[in-house]
């Protein structure tokens, strides 16, 4: 009866090609499938310029795209603003995307646009970067261990003396995030708020989305390649964003990176593939085969224990993508990270792209963004846990995943095995407390979950 | 009157001298991706930029093979299914970018012109309507490209909706942005230069009852063509300005956008890519403007006028 009933919905939004290829799905392995052909072959990517665009760099190099019958440009774009204004007005057809941006469009936090994702790019990826400034100020207290060198995770516990002294002075404590609602903006809050620092709130009933109210430390939004020469011209005094842009600190030597996000929440949702829902409606058989050649990339990506990433990021390296000194690009991708000048530290996860079920679309995952723009007063009135949830599926959808992965599977392009029981996957990630500051998120429950912090908004609270 | 190796050998000296300065002046500066790029450093990358365009060119040929091969397995299985070739997806090189700039900013300077020339002449020629339209010329003409650009890429996104666009919105936001801000020399100049019709001339006409075309067509156009062609290139130099501006501003594929990328890449290569393509600009930019004096020099009666 459910799947009859699942058969209807998709009948209804995807046409008898996909009802075929659900049928077949179905009986596993019995006869090869056959996906219909793209409604439209011709398509225009937006990226930013972090390596964790990687799985369309390597889908359109290794020709999986192409496999599917599509013939993909792939455009750098100017910040996160202009890229999700270009998919909203049909300028590009999908991009990589931030994970609160489909979410934070389709309620309508700055732009608003339904926006879809059926793909995650990746787990992981970002860091927080302070100036040779901050850091000389701050390492001398840091706990060491026996060779000397300074124990991570740093928590932003270290940060308060320097804000003193700023405080002193009378100077502005600023730092860059890439966007409102970016996974960056909230792993930094994350970080300070886990340390009793107010990050500040957003008010937009009051038209206030600066998100600097109560602050003690000044967010600012700044596009990830500009990071360096923000900060490097004195304009903030640390950052929080994506890999290569925290290794490039170090490589100009200019700023330490401090924490990596994965120590702040362990394999945490990053970017996801994004398109609007119309787009979805009007395209379903190209958004399969698009999320069918993302997902072949980012299993190419984690094959045998990373053993692609040099040639990655040789790739990420060109002009066309990234563009950063390949050495630079090397670090975090190939498993490793260096903080200070010379203090390289093995990060074996600090990218990933396709074990854990990276490219699985949680709506728990959802979810998160989701408590951490109420949290900030992005969202600025209460909302019901059934809220969370339903948005989350709106936005977020394992239902075109799956049919993608089944496609994989009766292509015989990658296997069952590959994926870990995806039929049966319920889309929450069970309840675990991997974060700085070991509070536990069920995704079931984000009232709950919100109640837990000392800082940000829960209940009725309002600013 | 110089002799004819002095008349060369001058130029090529002030270049050289300029590039000595360049050379010595560069190592000077420091940033923190090493140190300016000097005349060589520059000149190596344009030699690797013509390489990159060339292996570009070979990816292209892959490309189209690569689909063919795919069309024709596509048609052994299905020999209805429909066949179409499909442009090169492959990044946009320097030449491109070059190609794509140039072509915008014809489009731009030329609608520019259209608008411009009859709309002065009708100024000129009437002295009421001047009046009431100069304060607005003259409110309009300041505005800078920065401010009309996301004007017009909100108008654009939200009027030219079409399932199957014939150009790219980038491409018609560029180029409207330049016709808005390279308008405005033409107009004004070519204004004047009707207003400023010697009087005799225009006398002759009336005794001879010339009709209102034949007088435009031989009294007002010959001898406002130097002030029209002034605007020209006052217009075409603006033009030129504003779209590597807006390139850069909008991420419009261009020269503009190309040293955007290189300046987010912040590669050990990236700042001497970025003196390439400022060099290239301002020799377009020169190459625009003689472009435009040989025009006026072919059509302008007058072939005492010292030019420059």
Redesign the interface.
Known sequence: MAIKGLMQLIKKSYGVSLSVLLFGALTVNASPLVLGEPEKEELKLGFIKLTDMAPLAIAYEKGYFEDEGLYVSLEAQANWKVLLDRVIDGELDGAHMLAGQPLGATIGIGTKAPIITAFSMDLNGNAITVSNEVWQQIKPQLPVDENGKVIHPIKAEALKPVLEHYKDTGKPFQMGMVFPVSTHNYELRYWLAAAGINPGFYAPEKGDNSGQREAEILLNVTPPPQMPATMEAGTIQGYSVGEPWNQQAVAKKIGVPIIADNDIWKNNPEKVFGVTESWAKENPNTHIRLVKALIRAAAWLDHNGNENRAEASKILARSEYVGADEKVIANSMTGSFEYEAGDIRPAPDFNVFFRYNATYPYYSDAVWSLTQMRRWGQIPQAKPDSWYIDIAKQVYRPDIYRLAVNALISDGLMKQSDFSDVDNETGFRPPHNHFIDNITYDGRSPNAYLEQFSIGLKGDQQI | MLKRSTEWLLPILGILFFVVIWHFSALQVKT??GSLPGPVQTAEQFVLLVEDHLQEGEKEQAFYD??EE?NAKKLATDPDAKI?M??Y???ATFFDQIVTSLVTVACGFILASVIAIPLGLVLGLNHKLYMAFNPIIQLLKPVSPLAWLPLVTMVV?ASY?TKDPLV???FLNSMLTVTLCSLWPTLINTAVGVTNVDKDLVNVSRVLRLSYWQHIRTIVLPSAIPMIFTGLRLSIGIAWMVLIAAEM???NPGLGKFV???????????LS?IMVAVVMIGFIGLMLDRLMLMIQKRVSWDKQQVLR
């Open positions: 923190s991706l690569r689909q795919r179409k499909r442009a997806t492959g990044k996104s909706v790219a919105k980038s501003l909008a991420q955007w990328d290189e300046f987010q890449n912040g590669s050990a290569a990236s890519r």
